[in-house]
């Protein structure tokens, strides 16, 4: 997998506002962590588990902030895994750690935010 081309087509697909495309990148089993969860879902674990679960939650993400738009800043590349950063929502930068499984698609995501 080259991290870089994966990172350019994330930050594309959440750019274009498409669920689906998005979604894309997923396993049907992802498990994200976000504090965006916790402040926008009101879940205290800030985790939420499976395909349809994390679209719903997207969903309302995208209808809420039509303007949304990342900007890539730096992708790592790890064991199974890379790590993007870039501008998030309410421009606060973010790092995002994505684990594939073996069949490409990411199955656990973890976000962090500057304050």
């Known amino acids: 997998m080259n991290a870089l081309e994966f990172a350019e087509n994330w930050i594309k697909s959440w750019n274009s506002h498409d669920l689906d495309e998005i979604l894309n990148h997923y396993s049907e089993d992802v498990e994200i962590t976000t504090p965006m969860i916790k402040l926008a879902g009101g879940i205290d674990s800030g985790t939420l ?3 349809d679960n994390v679209g719903a939650y997207w969903r309302k993400a995208l209808d809420k902030i039509p303007d949304l738009h990342f900007e890539l800043i730096d992708v790592t590349e ?3 895994s890379v790590a993007l950063y870039y501008t998030s929502v309410m421009n606060k930068k973010a790092v995002e750690v ?6 490409g698609k990411v199955n ?3 976000a962090h935010y500057t304050e």
């Open 49 to 51: 588990k499976g395909k």
């Open 78 to 80: 790890g064991v199974d």
């Open 108 to 110: 656990k995501m973890i």
């Open 98 to 103: 994505m684990f594939f499984n073996n069949q």
